[in-house]
Structure formats: C-alpha cells, structure tokens
C-alpha cells in the first residue's frame, strides 16, 4: 500500500499574510493542530503546516505558509508567493490600522501572486467584540470589491477557522480544475 501521501489527490500551497499581530499563526496552530497561543512568537515558528481535507471525492494536501515575522518590516518576498493559489488575508477587528493596510496587502498579492490566485479575506478576533473597530459589513463590502471571499474568525474561541480554509482550499479546487 503507498503511503497517505501517495493518497493525495492535488497538492495546494497557500499562504497567510497581513500585519503583524493579527493572528496568522495562531489560524495556523488552530487549523492544523489545535492549538492556540496566548503569546504570539513572531520569530519563531514551522515555515509551513499540511493538513488534508476532502473537497467532493477528491482528497486535497493543503500546504499552508506562514511568515517568520517578515510581515513586520514589510519584507515578504516573492518567493513566499511563488506557487501559491490561494492566500489568506487577515486583519484584527480590533485595530483598524490593520484593516486599513489590506491596501498594501492586496498591491502585494496582485503584484507577486498568480493572477488567478484565490483570496480569502478574514477579520479575525471575532471573540473581541467589545474592543470592534471594524464592523462586519465594512468587512463585506471590501471583500465584494475586490471580488475576494469574506468570513470573520476566532482563532482562540474556534470559530469560523475550519470554515475558513475550507472555503479557500474549495475555491481553488474550483478554480483549477
Ligand atoms: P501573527 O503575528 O499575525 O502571526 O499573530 P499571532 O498569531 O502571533 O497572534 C498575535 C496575538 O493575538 C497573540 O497574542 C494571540 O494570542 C492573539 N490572537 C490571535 N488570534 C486571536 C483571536 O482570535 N482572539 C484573540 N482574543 N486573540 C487572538
Ligand atoms: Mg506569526
């Protein structure tokens, strides 16, 4: 028998960005393990996570990238993006400034990223609601645009994260085949 890799019907890399503090790692840690850090280590940290999902009958090996803490001193690269087909980005409903740079963040991903890459946008610390700088309407009207996905998030109180990669990992399946 091969082994479960061997199993995998498509390999798709993806990435995290927006600022620093966000979230992005947390997301990760959530999604493919989990787990949830109340401190946030943006030095140290996995390049990349895998976690596998089934989209209709086809089993999907999602490589999910995360920054090393390059994001605080804007210093992302385009081989971060190269290969990518979907990206996530985040922003925290709590800082607007956060909100306020996704801006940059898209400049970013139209000037490094695939043009057919598939872009998820999240808000996340959704569990924060009495510190909320961004209503989720501001939140729905950027993402439809821009043409992106939207979903707003909790890493800590899980909520929406399952939904939110799914819907980027089902976008791009959509998208590539
Ligand atoms: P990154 O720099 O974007 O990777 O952000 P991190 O994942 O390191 O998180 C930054 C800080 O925000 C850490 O202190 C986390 O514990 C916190 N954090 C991340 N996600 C959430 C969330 O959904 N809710 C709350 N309340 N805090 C969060
Ligand atoms: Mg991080």
Redesign the pocket.
């Known amino acids: 028998a091969g082994s479960f890799d061997d199993e995998c019907d498509y390999l798709f890399k993806t990435v ?1 960005i ?10 990760l840690s959530r999604y493919a393990r989990d787990e ?7 030095t140290i940290g996995v390049e990349f996570a895998y976690r596998n999902i089934k989209v209709g009958d086809k089993l999907i090996k999602a490589q999910i990238w ?2 090393a ?1 390059q ?1 605080r001193f804007r210093a992302i690269t385009s081989s971060y993006y190269r290969g990518a087909l979907g990206a996530m980005l ?1 922003y ?1 409903i709590t800082r607007r400034a956060t909100f306020e740079n996704l801006k940059k963040w898209l400049y970013e991903v139209r000037q490094f990223g695939s043009p057919d890459m598939v872009v998820v946008l999240v808000g ?5 609601a009495q510190s909320r700088q961004i209503n989720v309407e501001d939140g729905q009207s950027l993402a439809q645009l821009e043409g992106l996905c939207f979903m707003e ?5 899980n909520v929406n994260v399952e939904e939110a990669f799914r819907e980027m990992i089902t976008k791009i399946h959509q998208v590539t085949s």
């Open positions: 995290l927006g600022d620093s503090a966000v979230g992005k790692s947390n997301l949830f850090h109340l401190d946030s280590k943006p995360d920054t803490g994001e985040v925290d996340n610390k959704s569990d924060l998030t909790s890493a800590r109180e």
